[in-house]
């Protein structure tokens, strides 16, 4: 398949370079409505093989370069186009030069809501082979790209059967529930715990739409920063609003990634854990103002040698498997 040239076209007219040039620009190699863009490789080339569906929830710290090589390789090997908020080049220069086996990987960095409806950048979403989420803040996702043009192209995009993925603030906007991080202040465990109802506890829905995670919230840099309280209370906030106790959390340790394949089954990669909190169960009765309290509960931890069906949550090997509960916005684990 050869991709469109129109916004590459639009790159070299506004800078001045063509998109083969050798020379690394200290800048983004264009600037639209919103947002720069930036490229490395050869963006008109066909891509080399087929794509295919895949969810690449990567945990936040160094990537697994396995996880990541799967990726590529659901992409054809072709077009990988990054979305941040906040950077620049360095994380496709990263995955060109690094992980390789693409050819072209290409950067949008966008900072306001003009960005998502940029008939360009959309033209760009539109023939990318394979999306990824850079790190940051995730209300600026949250901020720029809910309900724009922006927003649908990425659904599309995993409708037509193509990969995507996500780091740290780019994996948490990934499940069907998002803690959206609203007051730019990362909510930690204890406060959450001590105040479930508070204003910090930012959740949003009707983000993105991604198969098999439309009950899942997601936590990255898991157990390095002490999220379980945080995310137990995500679930028991969401079970209880949404009066649905299908729905499950997801924490994935910082250097690890849970891979999900086009059948719903997902496969951990690299060291720690995923970590999946599925209570079953509506918590006592979450008041505003009062602390969480939350009867015994499972947390199941996924390593290498698990699998994890996300149409029955049902897991296969799990790593270890504790119980949890939650007393007076204390939570307390069992030893694994």
């Known amino acids: 398949m050869v991709r469109f040239a129109a916004a590459v076209a639009m790159a070299a007219l506004l800078v001045g370079v063509s998109s083969a040039s050798a020379a690394t620009p200290a800048g983004p190699d264009a600037v639209g409505p919103g947002y720069e863009y930036y490229r490395i ?6 891509t080399p093989g087929k794509t295919g569906p895949l969810l690449g929830l990567f945990g936040g710290g160094d990537w697994p370069i396995d996880a990541f090589r799967i990726f590529v390789k659901q992409s054809g090997g072709g077009h990988i186009v990054v979305l941040r908020a906040r950077g620049g080049r360095e994380l496709q220069d990263e995955i060109y030069n690094d992980v390789g ?47 724009t043009a922006l927003n649908k192209a990425l659904d599309a995009h995993v409708k037509a059967g193509k990969p995507i993925g996500g780091t740290s603030a780019g994996l948490a906007v990934l499940g069907g529930y998002v803690y959206g991080c609203l007051d730019s202040i990362s909510l930690t465990s204890p406060d959450a715990l001590k105040n479930p109802t508070g204003p ?137």
């Open 200 to 336: 910090s506890v930012t959740l949003v829905r009707d983000f993105l739409h991604l198969p098999y995670l439309s009950k899942v919230i997601t936590d990255t840099h898991f157990d390095k920063r002490d999220r379980q309280g945080r995310l137990v209370t995500f679930v028991g906030r969401l079970i209880q609003e949404e009066n649905d106790t299908a729905i499950t959390g997801l924490g994935v340790d910082e250097a690890g990634a849970m891979l999900i394949d086009g059948q719903g089954i997902g496969r951990y990669y690299g060291p720690g854990h995923a970590w999946l909190v599925r209570p079953l169960k509506k918590p006592a009765t979450i008041i505003a103002g009062q602390p969480l309290t939350y009867g015994p509960f499972p947390i199941v931890g996924l390593g290498p040698d698990s699998t994890l069906d996300f149409k029955t949550f049902q897991v296969t090997k799990p790593d270890f498997t504790i119980t949890a509960r939650v007393d007076k916005g204390t939570l307390i684990r069992s030893d694994r």
């Open 101 to 147: 086996g693409v050819v072209s990987v290409e950067t949008l960095v966008i900072h306001d809501e003009d960005a998502g409806e940029d008939p360009k950048l959309l033209a760009i979403i539109a023939r990318a082979d394979g999306i990824f989420f850079g790190g940051g803040d995730q209300s600026n996702y949250v901020r720029a790209w809910k309900g």
């Open 41 to 46: 490789g050869d963006v008109n080339a066909p």
